[in-house]
Every structure is written in C-alpha cells, then in structure tokens.
C-alpha cells in the first residue's frame, strides 16, 4: 500500500495556540485524517503531519522539541536563521519553525507589517524546510493567507524546475476578507515577485491569499454554500473574478465538529449533565445561568444567548437592533464577546435600556460560552458572511436552538424548522436587515410556547452527526485525487 504524505500548515493550531476558528481545525481536521478507518484508505495511507510557527504560545506549551536543523533564510536586510523543530501533539507528527521574526510576536500582530515579516519568513522557511526534509510530501495543504505564499512559492519552484520532486498543493480559506494586507515590505525584502496575472487584482498582487487562490491545485473553503457565494461580487471580497476563472478547482468542505470535546453529557464545565433523552435535566443549567446573571428565573420565558466576537462580520448589530425592536415581547438575552468597541457598546447600552433582562459580558470566556451553550434556549448567530461557523454546532449539540442567517456554513448546518416542520433544527432568515432578523426570533418566541415541538427539535439537533469523519473523508478523497504518482 503506498503512503501518501500531508504537510498541513496553519498559523495556530488547538491545544497548542488557539486564537480562532481556524485553531479549532488545525487542530482537530489532521487527527481526524489520521483517525479515519483502514477501510477509508482504499488504495493508501495517510501520513499528514503538521507545520506551525513556533510562536512564544507554543513555546510555553511545548518547552523542549527536539532540534532537527536550522538554515538561513536570505533577504535583502540579511540572512535570518530558520530553526526547526519536531514533536508530537495528539499523536500527529508536528514541526514547529522558529525565529527572530517569528518570536515576541503574537499570533496575530496588530501591526500588520510585523505580521508580513513573520508570515513571509516562515512561508519561505516552510519552503526550505520542505526541500530539506528526508520525509518527502506529496501535498501541502496551506490555510488562511498567513501560510499560503508557501503555494505560491511551490508553484514558481514547479515553474521553474517541472522536472524536481514538486509536491502538489491545496489552499483552505477560512476568512477570505484577511488576504494578508502589510505583507509588500516583506515581499520586496525577501524578493519574492508579485502576481502578474491580470485577474489579481492591482492591489492584491502582493497579498499572499490571491497568489494562492491563483496557483494552488485545489482552493477550498468551509462550506459549500461559501464555496459557490465567494463566486458572487457580494462575497467575494474583489478576487470574485479570479475565483470564477478558478471554478473547476474550487469546492467546499463542512468542518466539523470534536463531539467528544462538546459533548454536554460529559462536560464538567456545565453545571448539570444531559443527553438528548435525559433533556429534563437540563433546566438547572438554565436556571443556574440566570442566577448567574442575577435575572429572574423563569422556564417559559426564552433565554436568548449570543456568543462571539464583536464584528462586523457577525452582525452584531442587527441583533442589537432587532432585540430592541421586540422589547414588548417576553425574553431575556446574555451577549458574551469581545471586539469592536462600537459594538461593545451597542451590547452595553442594550443593556442599560433593558436592565431587568439583558446583560452584556464583554469578554472572552471558553467555560462560559459552554455554560450558556447548555443553559440558554436561542443562539443568536446573524453573521453578514460565515464559511463555516462552530458556535451554531456546539450549541445544537447542547440543546440551544440557533437562529442565523442564511448564509455560508449556517445554511449548510441548519435546517429551518418552518421550511421543514418534521425534520427542522433552527430559524433562518435572509437579508441581512434588522427587521429580517426580528422576524424570525418572533417565529421562535411563538414557538417556543409549543414545548413539545420545541423539545422535538431540540432532540433533533443534539442528534446531528457533526463528527469529522465525512469531512476528513472528502479531505482525503481531495488529497488522494491529487497526490499519488
Ligand atoms: C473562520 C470563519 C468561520 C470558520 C472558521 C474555521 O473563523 O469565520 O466561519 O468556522 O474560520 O474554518
């Protein structure tokens, strides 16, 4: 049986430095592959194996991997010294690449020019690292514009030399408006040349993201439905063009979820435990978050919850305004997130105007997200764009109805209850306005009168197979279709 070898590159991956979304899949997406079962493997084997930055996060986590080599990467300011190192997380393989432009930075830098010097010098030590490397890869998987020049670097190798070892290449969007703006310092100092193609847009030529979208094998992102939205000039952040030329290798790939990690029936961050058929118990997490928030506490008044970061992105807004539209309903509402600060302060005055029933928790809590997954009755997730989208999952799994927009990976996860009466799990709604939004949480406040129904469908989503083993499958089948030689 042959093997067939995976680099996956990601600028974080969970447990060892999560900031995102994106930690949660670099994290669980190459265990899974690696976990699929032998009769998956038709006709080979998988060995992925994971590249990051040795950030300082990581460093903490992991003090000591072992040294493999270090080299210089040139530049026109001088040569800097690439160190890399290899460990092990989960049982994957891991190589972690250090350095002075890498360390006393964070993850993600606010100074988007730090970020394109740490970003450019490890694509381009991610590029040495592969020649050097004894272990050959057959493809290396980048994600989000902070690994892909790695492609775009693979590709000018193939270019210029077809005949080497070239491995073929796949490039995952998660947050397609971050294509790496701040990057063209560092790409004149490492001399790496722009995008001559005249569908790169003319800002866009020295973004590592459309350089990847332009010469990757396969472009993928995190939902179908993102996948074919993308294509349109709404979504597609100005590279629309440049996708639709690219259509043929273009598709989309649902994440999933680690059911084991957010599973309430036993997580002991939740107050009381549950499953789909113990669902009576889980009135006490609701009654304890109440209190929690000091708010009355009442089974047959819906508490709506809001978990995520202050963003445009997630329409924040449109919940605020919609929540206040519907002040002469019967509601209570928990917004926990971090952000924006003009949309802090909309979750703020929120709650200053309905004292007795909204509460703003402008943080970033992990263990409160997950009591709030298991306490409230209603997520609120009116994202203008969503690839993919985690919250909708996890709340599902512990019996939180979501309502969303209809869009990206909200669309492809949820099902409409008044679209599909017996098999619904949530409530969408479709333009991205207020009213639409307030609309639909009217549809859920009736409703939620109807306790059969609602537990119905409450069942109905705990049920949902979010496991990562149909996405890992058409991962590998991706791989597979590209990669054996
Ligand atoms: C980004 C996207 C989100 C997606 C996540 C992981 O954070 O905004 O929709 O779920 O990446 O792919």
Redesign the pocket.
């Known amino acids: 049986m042959k093997t067939l070898n995976v680099l996956f590159l990601a600028a974080e991956a969970d447990p060892l430095v999560k900031v995102?979304?994106?930690g949660?899949?670099a994290g669980s997406l190459p265990l899974a592959l690696r976990g699929l079962p032998a009769e998956a493997h038709t006709n080979c084997r998988v060995d992925v194996r994971l590249l990051l930055p040795y950030h300082d996060a990581v460093r903490q986590k992991l003090p000591s991997p072992d040294f493999l080599f270090s080299f210089p990467v040139e530049s026109k300011t001088g040569a800097r010294t690439a160190e890399v190192f290899q460990s092990e997380v989960n049982g994957v393989p891991l190589y972690l690449i250090g350095g002075e432009p890498i360390a006393n930075s964070p993850v993600y830098s606010p100074d988007s020019a730090a970020d394109g010097r740490k970003y450019v010098f490890f694509s381009a030590a991610a590029l040495k690292l592969l020649e050097r490397l004894e272990w050959k890869a057959d493809v290396v998987h980048a994600n989000d514009w902070h690994t892909a020049l790695v492609v775009y670097l693979l590709s000018l190798r193939r270019k210029a030399s077809p005949a080497a070892w070239n491995p073929k290449t796949i490039f995952t969007m998660?947050?397609l408006p971050f294509m790496g703006a701040g990057t063209d310092a560092a790409f004149d100092d490492y001399g790496i040349p722009p995008s001559r193609y005249s569908l790169v847009p003319w800002w866009g030529k020295k973004f590592p993201l459309p350089l990847a979208v332009q010469t990757a094998d396969r472009v993928t992102t995190?939902s179908k439905t993102y996948a074919q939205e993308i294509l349109t000039p709404e979504f597609g952040c100005g590279l629309e063009k440049l996708l639709q030329t690219r259509h043929k290798v273009v598709s989309g790939i649902v994440?999933g979820l680690d059911m084991d990690a957010w599973d309430p029936s036993a997580d002991a961050r939740i107050p009381a435990s549950f499953s789909a058929e113990t669902l009576d118990q889980r009135a006490a997490n609701k009654e304890a978050l109440a209190r929690e928030f000091d708010l009355d506490t009442n089974p047959a008044v819906p508490l709506l919850v809001l978990v995520s970061r202050m963003d445009q992105?997630k329409g924040v807004d449109l919940a605020v305004e919609g929540l206040a539209s519907l002040a002469d309903r019967d509601w209570q509402a928990i917004l926990l997130g971090t952000g924006n600060p003009d949309l802090e302060d909309a979750c703020r005055k929120l709650e200053s105007a309905l004292p007795k029933r909204v509460r703003a928790a402008i943080r970033f809590d992990v263990n409160l997200s997950r009591r709030m997954y298991a306490g409230g009755d209603i997520l609120l997730m009116p994202s203008r764009y969503?690839?993919?989208?985690?919250a909708q999952m996890m709340a599902m799994r512990y019996g939180c109805i979501p309502l969303a927009r209809a869009t990206?990976?909200l669309q492809d996860t949820i099902s409409d209850i008044s679209a599909n009466p017996e098999s619904g799990t949530g409530f969408l709604f479709k333009p991205a306005a207020a009213e639409d939004f307030a609309g639909a949480l009217t549809r859920a406040l009736d409703l939620f009168k109807d306790r059969q129904a609602w537990q119905a469908m409450q069942k109905r989503g705990m049920r949902q197979d979010f496991s990562w083993s149909k996405s890992a499958l058409e991962y590998l089948r991706l791989y597979q279709s590209l990669g054996l030689r």
């Open positions: 995102g979304g994106l949660d899949v998660h947050n995190v994440n992105q969503e690839p993919c989208g985690l990206g990976g």
